[in-house]
């Protein structure tokens, strides 16, 4: 785990994905570093967490990770998700799915992702409304109160990544910028469309 975040920090992400696999299900895993406004549910957390059935994507069970285990809010609804019988285990079923988990993750963070899951990535990547991927718009952040340059979150320049790879490129460097998202597909707007009213103003 901590060479995946180290990696995760290096290359400026704040989310990844990858596969897992329990008790003969698949499962995709988004893995999100806290930003510094969040409040951790202890000081050990390192990530927050969601797992998501390959074969639902509309189901999923949401905990957090620190550099040793997995944890979950409720018991019951871990057992009902992952479909656990023996629930007598207790903290060891929590330990022994850690360990089968971090046999899993991967060492460092692979940008490039099959269409479906960069677009898994992008409807979560700033956390505030997974449905909301709908690219209609590109504008300036303005200045900070010393004059400064306000800059897009790193989670603001993961999700175009992911969701409008070569919009992004185009504006990618200046980091004034930050990428719009609606809800309603729509009030999406091609790259041309996007690029020409940004040109107007």
Known sequence: ????????????????????EYKTEQYIVI??????????PNQHA????????DNNTEHSIK???????VYFDDFKEFCDFF????RNMGRDLF?????????????????KKSDRIQKIIGSRAEGNNPKAVYCYEVRRNGKKADGTLKKRSIANS?????LRPELYETFRNDTNLSFYFSTEKADCKSDLEIKRAFAKR
Do not use: H
Request: glycine residues 2%.
């Open 63 to 69: 905990g957090f990770i620190d550099f040793y285990e």
């Open 158 to 162: 993961n999700k175009a990544e992911m």
């Open 46 to 53: 390192k990530a927050k967490v969601e797992f998501v059935k």
């Open 1 to 20: 785990m901590p060479c995946l975040l180290k990696d995760m920090e290096k290359k400026q992400w704040m989310i990844d994905s990858f596969i897992f």
């Open 95 to 111: 330990v022994d799915f850690a360990n089968i988990f971090s046999e899993f993750i991967p060492e460092e963070k692979i940008i």
């Open 31 to 40: 893995l999100t570093l806290y930003n510094e406004k969040e409040r951790k």
């Open 83 to 86: 479909g656990v019988e023996n």
